[in-house]
């Protein structure tokens, strides 16, 4: 089947911290792949996306790389700041169908 | 832009209950919507896809009698949790697809909280 696998716990880090966040899929085609982010009571708000191999997403700073190689997407920042906080999901999409997989989503706190 | 909307925003219903959760696209027509159900803490599971003028598609495991979903227009989308009780207290999300992209675009979210 499809799925997304994320890392582990939560991520704490103070500002101006690098944060990378793994992702992993596993797909029977070719997905698109998506980092969404949750803020404290609100609904999902795409981060960035990539619909092909090589392709790099990036928005607000935050960046990923879909390698096709290592079934792999995972979030990069340079410097993160206390307002970056709130959990980050990955997600992946087949055939443009809009039906998403999601990864169980990693907490990141981000302390002054 | 690509707008959806989803209302209310949180519920508190008493337990033996119903439940009605709205989900519109405002700009945009949505021939599919999808609900989601997360838990604390936990990521977001499909429930259902929704399909304007059909019967929604649910996930294996979710109940169809008591998670009823209607999709009357190309706009809107609602989830009735029938017979609510504790255990249904949840966050559920609703997202909609836009032509043309492979972007889903999702509500605000709707916090449950039986009692």
């Known amino acids: 089947g499809n799925s997304v696998t994320q890392m582990e716990g939560p991520v704490t880090l103070s500002e101006e911290a690098f944060l990378t966040i793994n992702c992993t899929y596993t797909a029977t085609g070719y997905p698109s792949l998506f980092w969404y982010v949750q803020y404290p009571g609100e609904g999902l708000q795409l981060l960035l996306k990539a619909t092909k191999a090589d392709d790099k997403g990036s928005n607000k700073g935050f960046e990923a790389t879909y390698r096709k190689e290592t079934t792999s997407f995972h979030l990069e920042k340079g410097s993160v700041q206390v307002s970056d906080s709130a959990v980050y999901f990955c997600a992946l999409t087949l055939y443009g169908n809009n039906r998403l997989a999601f990864g169980k989503g990693n907490q990141v706190v981000v302390i002054p | 832009g690509a707008v959806v909307s989803q209302h209310p925003s949180w519920v508190i219903c008493k337990s033996g209950t119903s439940v009605k959760i709205e989900c519109r696209s405002l700009?945009?027509?949505?021939?599919?919507m999808f609900w989601y159900r997360q838990f604390p803490k936990q990521s977001l599971m499909l429930m259902a896809t929704?399909?304007?003028?059909?019967?929604?598609?649910?996930e294996q495991g979710v109940e169809k009698d008591k998670f009823l979903i209607n999709h009357a227009s190309l706009t809107l989308s609602t989830l009735t949790v029938t017979s609510a009780h504790p255990e249904d207290s949840s966050f559920y999300i609703c997202?909609?697809?836009?032509?043309?992209?492979?972007?889903?675009?999702f509500g605000q979210g709707t916090r449950l909280t039986v009692v």
């Open positions: 997202s909609a697809g836009k032509t043309g992209t492979t972007e889903a675009f």
């Open positions: 700009d945009f027509q949505a021939t599919t």
């Open positions: 929704s399909n304007e003028g059909s019967k929604a598609t649910y």
